[in-house]
């Protein structure tokens, strides 16, 4: 299955809060601590799972919050489930029919009524204190737009031994962030950057900036990090941010994210994300791929295969790393123009 991957790459260019409707209904017209928000797309059996721990919050006495779920053009019985919550939960749904999480997302970020917007996602179980620590964390770094917390990979069996041998390679593939069991500042150049399963925004800050539409997944378009594209846009404008260890989540990974292929698909995803993100560098490229980048991709195959050959247990990593080269390769090729590759001008001739 290795070579037929491989083969592929390099051949593809305290108490619970549980109030009652008339109860929701006075909080919403009022002045609100929090909005907890999910965007979620035809995965109602996930967002289930989710709302149910949401029950189990331990909210502290005297806050005002609500669960706003962003059903983005859902098809199943997603409406149906979070009208099943609404005697547990101060929740709403907010239909955005179109597909795309960015546009989900400013959708959320609209309707939201917290002064804080916290986030997560339909595949997640949150701890019992992951509310209360945000809150905490609120009131402790009043000046903070931006907070992170811990998110910590649920494995559900079978698990497969390679992907447990190289798991300290493959997990942040699979959105784990974990910087220690102390708070610290954000930190762009540090990497410590929240993730999209465990964050929160002040609400006065982040009504100013939107997320991209062109970034996000969405029918036909795997590209991610919509998210931290916004956080570390606000962290640029010196907007301070803290972790917070506490405010933790475990995101559910079923035995068909942990196969082969996928890890590989989130490889090809990075390394596209990356050549959007790098679409408008100067730098030289040859057919609209940056010199760098050929140079370094028949280093990152020999670092592969002596891996494999050698029997290391991180091959699943290096692998991955050729894909990323393959994200890149596809994303050039398909989006930059044919003169953009030739560096001339060819509209003269139109």
């Not at 619970?16 to 601590?33: N, T």
């Not at 199943?76 to 029919?97: K, Q």
């Not at 339909?122 to 917390?149: I, S």
């Not at 020999?302 to 080269?325: E, Q």
Request: charged share 25%; with cysteine.
């Amino acid at each position: 299955m290795v070579w037929s991957v491989l083969q592929d790459i390099l051949s593809g260019a305290t108490g619970k809060f549980r109030p009652s409707k008339q109860k929701q209904a006075r909080i919403y017209r009022g002045s609100m601590d929090c909005s907890v928000v999910v965007c979620t797309r035809n995965r109602a059996s996930q967002l289930v799972e989710a709302l149910t721990s949401f029950t189990e919050l331990n909210i502290p006495a005297g806050t005002a919050w609500e669960v706003v779920v962003v059903d983005n053009g859902s098809t199943d019985s997603t409406a149906e489930v979070v009208r099943s919550f609404e005697e547990r939960l101060p929740i709403r749904r907010v239909f955005e029919p179109k597909a795309g999480i960015s546009n989900a997302r400013n959708a959320a970020t609209a309707a939201a009524q917290g002064k804080y917007i916290v986030w997560t996602d339909d595949d997640v179980h949150v701890d019992p204190n992951w509310l209360a620590a945000f809150l905490e964390a609120f009131k402790r770094w009043p000046e903070a737009a931006v907070f992170g917390g811990r998110i910590i990979l649920n494995l559900v069996p079978p698990t497969p031994d390679w992907f447990r041998d190289d798991y300290e390679h493959l997990k942040k593939r699979l959105a784990a962030r974990d910087f220690g069991p102390d708070p610290l500042p954000l930190s762009i150049e540090k990497d410590h950057i929240p993730y999209g399963a465990c964050y929160a925004v002040r609400a006065d800050v982040h009504k100013q900036y939107r997320y991209d539409p062109e970034m996000g997944r969405s029918p036909g378009r795997n590209l991610a990090g919509e998210e931290t594209g916004v956080i570390e846009a606000i962290l640029k404008d010196n907007h301070p941010g803290w972790y917070v260890p506490q405010a933790e989540v475990k995101h559910i990974i079923q035995p068909y994210r942990q196969r082969l292929d996928h890890i590989i698909q989130l490889y090809e995803e990075t390394g596209e994300n990356w050549a959007h993100l790098e679409r408008e560098d100067r730098s030289l490229r040859l057919w609209g791929i940056p010199l760098s980048v050929w140079l370094k991709f028949p280093i990152s195959y020999l670092r592969f295969r002596l891996a494999y050959a050698l029997g290391s247990k991180s091959w699943p990593h290096y692998l991955g790393r050729l894909a990323w080269y393959r994200g890149v390769f596809r994303y050039c090729l398909r989006e930059q123009p044919i003169e953009k590759w030739a560096d001339c001008n060819l509209k003269k001739y139109d």
